[in-house]
């Protein structure tokens, strides 16, 4: 079984690089894991902005440079996460005084200088992520850049990454977009995009992370959420998935019952997505980590969970073949 060799559209995960102590570099078994199953990578970390500019003016590329080389000799392409996000940000960037056009000059310093690095070598990326807020979407999140440089950050990060990088796709990327909260904050982040298309700002594409679990949002809410981004004629991705099962507590392992669920839900999400983002439109799907005990949930959310396609010991899950059902459209 090979995931990637199920779909028309690439496939991928999410993975460490170096010096995390589970990284893709330093691990056979996840590198068999991507080379069987994936033909897209995207780094968990490595290029958000605190790793490549870790001192004002000083890009730090090696690592993931080290993740996008892995790839190219591997056939798979790189998405990259994420030129400009709140979180993870450099100590320096979020200790900087100001004044507003030196934090305008230090956000497009970045855009350009990353997409350039990598203009031609990363394929799409995460332009701007999370960039409203979940309890009144109709406002933009508060953050160092929305409060320096205004709204139009968003627009001016996309135009500049345009430039560097003319061939990559570019997305706006956000989490409880699928109709987990409602349709406020998808409808928002829409109103947005409809802006940008109209007047020319180059956007190709809506990232809908899709940290879900095993009841919502409602297989119906999922459809039209993507039915309503595919309606702009934009690339869907699903860019972060994973299906948490323990929201409760309940469980001190996965047992085989919500293995089970899991199993199924893992094959309505890809079968959804087959059937409502046309072919030409597809950007992709990429799982946010490999195995169970890689996935940002435990550390997060402070519980166990078991939300990935393979377990702790790098053995497939039934969400695995779920998957694969999805993806073949069975
Ligand atoms: O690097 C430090 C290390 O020096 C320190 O010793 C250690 C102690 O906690 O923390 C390390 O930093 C952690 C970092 O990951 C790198 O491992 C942070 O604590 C931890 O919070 C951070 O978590 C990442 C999270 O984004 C940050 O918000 C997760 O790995 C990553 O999976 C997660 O990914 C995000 C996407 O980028 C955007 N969408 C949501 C998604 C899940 O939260």
């Given at each position: 079984?090979?995931?990637?060799?199920?779909?028309?559209?690439?496939?991928?995960?999410?993975?460490?690089?170096?010096?995390?102590?589970?990284?893709?570099?330093?691990?056979?078994?996840?590198?068999?894991?991507?080379?069987?199953?994936?033909?897209?990578?995207?780094?968990?970390?490595?290029?958000?902005?605190?790793?490549?500019?870790?001192?004002?003016?000083?890009?730090?590329?090696s690592h993931a440079d080290a993740l996008v080389s892995y790839a190219k000799a591997n056939d798979m392409i790189v998405h990259g996460h994420a030129l400009v996000w709140h979180t993870q940000t450099a100590k320096w960037m979020d200790e900087h005084p100001g004044p507003a056009h030196e934090i305008t000059q230090i956000m497009d310093n970045h855009v350009r200088t990353v997409a350039g690095h990598y203009a031609g070598k990363i394929t799409s990326w995460d332009v701007v992520n999370e960039a409203f807020t979940d309890d009144n979407p109709s406002e933009y999140r508060e953050t160092l850049w929305y409060n320096n440089i205004g709204p139009g950050y968003i627009e001016r990060a996309f135009r500049l990454a345009h430039q560097a990088a003319p061939q990559a796709d570019l997305y706006y990327n956000d989490y409880?977009?699928?109709?987990?909260?409602?349709?406020?904050?998808?409808?928002r982040v829409l109103e947005m995009i409809d802006d940008f298309l109209a007047r020319g700002v180059p956007i190709h594409g809506l990232g809908f992370q899709m940290h879900i679990?095993?009841?919502?949002?409602?297989?119906?809410?999922?459809?039209?959420?993507?039915?309503?981004?595919?309606?702009?004629?934009?690339?869907?991705?699903?860019?972060?998935?994973?299906?948490?099962?323990?929201?409760?507590?309940?469980?001190?392992?996965?047992t085989p019952e919500v293995a089970q669920l899991q199993r199924q839900r893992y094959r309505d999400v890809a079968r959804v997505y087959l059937e409502t983002v046309p072919a030409k439109l597809r950007g992709g799907i990429t799982l946010w980590g490999l195995t169970d005990s890689d996935s940002w949930i435990p550390g997060f959310k402070e519980r166990a969970d078991w939300p990935l396609l393979f377990d702790a010991d790098f053995q497939p899950k039934p969400a695995l073949e779920g998957f694969a059902q999805g993806l073949r459209g069975s």
């Open positions: 079984l090979s995931l990637a060799s199920l779909a028309d559209f690439p496939i991928g995960a999410a993975v460490p690089a170096d010096p995390w102590p589970n990284s893709l570099m330093q691990s056979p078994q996840r590198q068999a894991l991507m080379e069987q199953h994936f033909d897209s990578l995207t780094a968990e970390n490595a290029m958000k902005m605190a790793y490549l500019q870790p001192a004002p003016g000083e890009f730090e590329f409880d977009i699928s109709g987990m909260i409602g349709p406020a904050k998808l409808d679990d095993t009841e919502k949002p409602s297989l119906e809410d999922i459809r039209e959420s993507f039915a309503k981004a595919v309606a702009r004629g934009i690339k869907v991705r699903i860019s972060e998935l994973d299906i948490a099962v323990n929201q409760s507590e309940q469980y001190q392992h996965l």
